[in-house]
């Protein structure tokens, strides 16, 4: 070991030539195998480990995605049970609403209804036309002309008699004229009654 120390001491690295490769001392091919073996050695392991890295980096990317919609789903099913809930809700308001507007079988009893929430007020009714139906997207709209003639308070008391029916009638239009008989007004009104016309029956 110590003749392999002294030699390459001796040795002058600068007339180094690796085209006389063979006349270098036995350490210094020693040396120059062990560089170019770790020179391999380096370089396959860098090209290796390169690759890996492209995959690496491609399966982090991947992971990032999958967490992110797992995320996504987690949320979703944690709503799962009050979207539910509100859909449940919400049908039941949408039946309960259905359930105030008339059927077509209905309609002459809804005019009577009207014109008894007139009586009881104490109203002339001088007019209850039904007008033709007219077809909505969701719904079949029938319109009613009312002239009635009375006091304010009176005809205000029909008003809320009229909103207070168990179904569904809104008022539009009002015309109010003063007739010869003091405080007297003739009122004259558009009612408004809607049928709920279900999915299978929209064109």
Same mark, same amino acid.
């Given at each position: 070991?110590?003749? @392999?120390? &002294?030699?390459?001491?001796?040795?002058?690295?600068? =007339?180094?030539? /690796? %085209?006389?490769?063979?006349? @270098?001392?036995?350490? &210094?091919? @020693?040396? =120059?195998?062990?560089?170019?073996?770790?020179?391999?050695? @380096?370089?396959?392991?860098? *090209?290796?480990?390169?690759?890996?890295?492209?995959?690496?980096?491609?399966?982090?990317?991947?992971?990032?995605?999958?967490?992110?919609?797992?995320?996504?789903?987690?949320?979703?099913?944690? !709503?799962?049970?009050?979207? %539910?809930?509100?859909?449940?809700?919400? =049908?039941?308001?949408? $039946?309960?609403?259905?359930?105030?507007?008339?059927?077509?079988?209905?309609?002459?009893?809804?005019?009577?209804?009207?014109?008894?929430?007139?009586?009881? $007020?104490?109203?002339?009714?001088? %007019?209850?036309?039904?007008? +033709?139906?007219?077809? !909505?997207?969701?719904?079949?709209?029938?319109?009613? $002309?009312?002239? *009635?003639?009375?006091?304010?308070?009176?005809? !205000?008391?029909?008003? !809320?008699?009229?909103? $207070?029916?168990?179904?569904? /009638?809104?008022?539009?239009?009002?015309?109010? +004229? &003063?007739?010869?008989?003091?405080?007297?007004?003739? *009122?004259? /009104?558009?009612?408004?009654?809607?049928?709920?016309?279900?999915?299978? +029956?929209?064109?």
């Amino acid at each position: 070991m110590m003749a @392999w120390v &002294a030699e390459l001491q001796a040795f002058d690295w600068r =007339a180094l030539d /690796v %085209r006389d490769a063979g006349d @270098w001392p036995r350490p &210094a091919q @020693w040396l =120059a195998l062990a560089a170019l073996g770790l020179g391999a050695l @380096w370089a396959a392991w860098a *090209l290796h480990v390169s690759g890996k890295r492209d995959i690496l980096a491609a399966s982090e990317r991947e992971e990032a995605t999958l967490k992110a919609a797992y995320r996504d789903k987690a949320r979703q099913a944690a !709503g799962l049970a009050a979207l %539910r809930q509100r859909e449940s809700t919400l =049908a039941d308001a949408f $039946n309960t609403f259905v359930a105030t507007l008339p059927a077509h079988t209905e309609v002459p009893g809804l005019v009577e209804d009207i014109a008894s929430a007139a009586r009881v $007020n104490r109203l002339v009714v001088e %007019r209850i036309e039904l007008q +033709a139906e007219r077809t !909505g997207e969701q719904y079949v709209e029938l319109p009613i $002309n009312l002239t *009635l003639t009375g006091d304010y308070h009176q005809l !205000g008391a029909f008003a !809320g008699a009229v909103a $207070n029916l168990p179904r569904l /009638v809104t008022l539009h239009d009002f015309e109010l +004229a &003063a007739m010869e008989a003091a405080s007297t007004l003739r *009122l004259t /009104v558009l009612a408004k009654t809607y049928r709920y016309r279900p999915a299978e +029956a929209t064109p």
